[in-house]
């Protein structure tokens, strides 16, 4: 009986020990679940202040017509191109993100 009643024990103990097993890998889920929401809000706000550089940068090109300035605004065509790419794809990959996180 002896040996039963410390088998018991130990059964306790396991079951006590598993709980507290499960316990941890519940609160390392939600540490890495909280960890991952931080990396993409970092993300999305350094994306979105790229995304403003890039609109103060096209800004400063326009005079107060919404014109390109001179001198030789065709010549800036090539660069102002570049620039609304770069600005479209990071508008994409702040909405692919939004899309993704409202899921």
């Not at 390392?28 to 940068?57: A, C, F, G, P, Y």
């Not at 005079?63 to 770069?86: C, S, V, Y």
Request: hydrophobic share 35%.
């Amino acid at each position: 009986k002896k040996n039963s009643a410390e088998g018991n024990t130990v059964f306790v103990c396991n079951e006590r020990k598993g709980s507290e097993e499960q316990s941890d890998t519940h609160l390392q889920w939600q540490l890495n679940l909280l960890t991952h929401i931080e990396n993409v809000q970092n993300e999305v706000t350094s994306r979105m202040d790229l995304i403003e550089k890039e609109v103060d940068v096209l800004e400063s090109w326009l005079d107060f017509t919404g014109e390109l300035e001179p001198p030789d605004p065709l010549a800036r065509l090539p660069q102002l191109k570049r620039r609304i790419k770069q600005l479209l794809i990071d508008m994409g990959k702040v909405q692919q993100i939004a899309t993704l996180c409202s899921v």
